[in-house]
């Protein structure tokens, strides 16, 4: 059972990569060519989101059952990719001018935490 769940567990991490890649070059069209992100950009976020978030309850279930990740800093990078989306919402709301900056530079540092974490499983 543990192996199906930690092969979940990386499938699920590799969709969120390849959903985050996406993100980011839709991300980074529309900072550049448009004064707002289409309406795809904001649905591929909320899958990322949603994608994350089971991530991590897999994790934490993995965790409860014994399954260790072998570096330690695996969990650090989990804990700082579930609040990344949180922190770059609140700066958008605090400067919403440089909103679609804000997005794309979270979406990369989310992607690179998330290619950090593929790495230290």
Do not use: C
Not at 52 to 76: K, Q, S, T, W, Y
Not at 78 to 102: C, F
């Amino acid at each position: 059972m543990i192996r199906i769940l930690v092969a979940i567990h990386l499938v699920l991490g590799f969709f969120l990569i390849a959903t985050l890649v996406a993100v980011v070059l839709v991300g980074l069209y529309a900072a550049f060519r448009r004064p707002a992100p289409p309406r795809l950009y904001f649905q591929l976020h909320t899958a990322a989101a949603w994608l994350l978030v089971v991530e991590v309850v897999f994790g934490v279930l993995l965790f409860a059952l014994g399954n260790r990740p072998r570096d330690i800093l695996h969990l650090a990078y989990a804990g700082t990719a579930l609040a990344t989306m949180p922190i770059v919402r609140s700066m958008i709301g605090s400067n919403p001018e440089r909103a679609k900056w804000y997005h794309v530079g979270g979406s990369v540092f989310l992607f690179g935490l998330l290619v950090r974490l593929a790495t230290t499983g």
